[in-house]
């Protein structure tokens, strides 16, 4: 019988597979084991769009109420809090750079 992951290891576990998913969202060939090995500010190293971002965040809510469970409002407090710590700088595009 497989042993229960205790509440720790279950939030954990979801920011792997959330960065993880990030990074497959974002079109990179990186896992977050990968980006780790880069040191302390390896989320400098790529970019994803705000299209990008905006479908992880919704795509983190989902999984945080699933696997946590918890309410709506809290998995996006969690989500805007992971991608603050954790999220890929925002590429700008080309009409924001010309601004």
Do not use: C, P
């Amino acid at each position: 019988m497989a042993k229960r992951l205790t509440r720790e290891e279950k939030r954990e576990q979801a920011l792997i597979d959330l960065v993880n998913k990030m990074f497959e969202i974002a079109g990179h060939q990186v896992t977050f084991n990968d980006a780790i090995a880069f040191g302390e500010n390896w989320f400098n190293n790529w970019t994803m769009t705000e299209a990008q971002r905006v479908e992880w965040s919704k795509w983190g809510k989902n999984y945080l109420m699933k696997k946590l469970n918890v309410y709506a409002a809290r998995a996006e407090k969690e989500m805007l809090w992971i991608g603050l710590q954790w999220g890929l700088k925002i590429q700008e595009n080309e009409q924001t750079k010309s601004n």
